[in-house]
């Protein structure tokens, strides 16, 4: 596969082409800068893309793949999913789970297939399935489940902002359970190698884009993301008085 289809010189290349239109839009008269420096900034740009920064992308991007394989199918992938699994979700809140999408690609690229994705799914999974204990724990307070279910469901199809912003931190417990167990789910997901063919729809819908042969594994580790969180959140809601 050549460089050209990468992911990380994809993304230098836009970085390069925005601080370039920047530079052109400076120095260019406001009369000629919309010819000039779209024009001049697209071929400029083109011309690193190809001759510099896709080799040098290409391999830096290689070489993170290479490492994360290594972390997920190595001696230590154990210790790499329950620890992936864990943190995924505070990824979430800063923005940074962002790059995994990348890796992802870059995954499929060189190995025709990625364990990441599958726990990125799982965390999902498990951030929506503490919200069902929250549903289960509020489920006489009708003003409460206004917000939980909606959220509950957009997280079990891969959207867990709401889920985590509007239930899950705003009760901290359910937030830590859905940590938990989606460490677990993922512990099991890598080591039994499940692996996705492609990046698609994370949540429940996430087991379309595993490879057939690891279906039956992912769909137990979708039972332990279910299953863990929900009863975490429960026992811990109740001995907090949640209602």
């Not at 993170?64 to 992938?77: D, E, W």
């Not at 599958?118 to 204990?133: D, E, F, K, R």
């Not at 595993?210 to 811990?236: D, E, G, N, W």
């Amino acid at each position: 596969i050549g460089y050209q289809a990468q992911v990380i010189p994809a993304i230098l290349a836009a970085f390069t082409l925005v601080y370039l239109e920047k530079f052109f839009r400076k120095i260019c008269p406001a009369v000629v800068s919309m010819i000039v420096v779209p024009f001049c900034s697209l071929v400029l740009a083109v011309m690193a893309a190809h001759f510099v920064l896709g080799p040098i992308g290409w391999k830096i991007g290689s070489a993170i793949s290479a490492v994360v394989y290594a972390g997920i199918s190595g001696s230590f992938r154990v210790l790499f999913g329950a620890v992936f699994g864990f943190f995924y979700a505070p990824l979430v809140i800063t923005g940074l789970h962002h790059m995994s999408n990348a890796i992802d690609t870059q995954l499929i690229a060189d190995f025709g297939g990625t364990m990441l994705w599958p726990m990125i799914a799982l965390s999902n999974i498990a951030q929506g399935s503490a919200v069902l204990g929250v549903i289960f724990l509020q489920r006489k307070n009708a003003d409460a489940q206004e917000v939980n279910i909606p959220a509950c469901i957009s997280c079990y199809l891969g959207v867990t902002e709401p889920a985590m912003f509007g239930v899950n931190m705003k009760l901290q417990f359910p937030f830590l359970c859905g940590m938990i167990g989606s460490a677990i789910a993922a512990v099991v997901c890598v080591a039994t190698y499940t692996t996705a063919n492609a990046i698609g729809v994370g949540g429940l819908p996430g087991i379309l884009s595993i490879q057939p042969q690891y279906m039956l594994s992912f769909a137990l580790c979708m039972v332990i993301a279910i299953a863990v969180p929900f009863v975490l959140t429960v026992a811990v809601g109740k001995k907090k008085g949640i209602h």
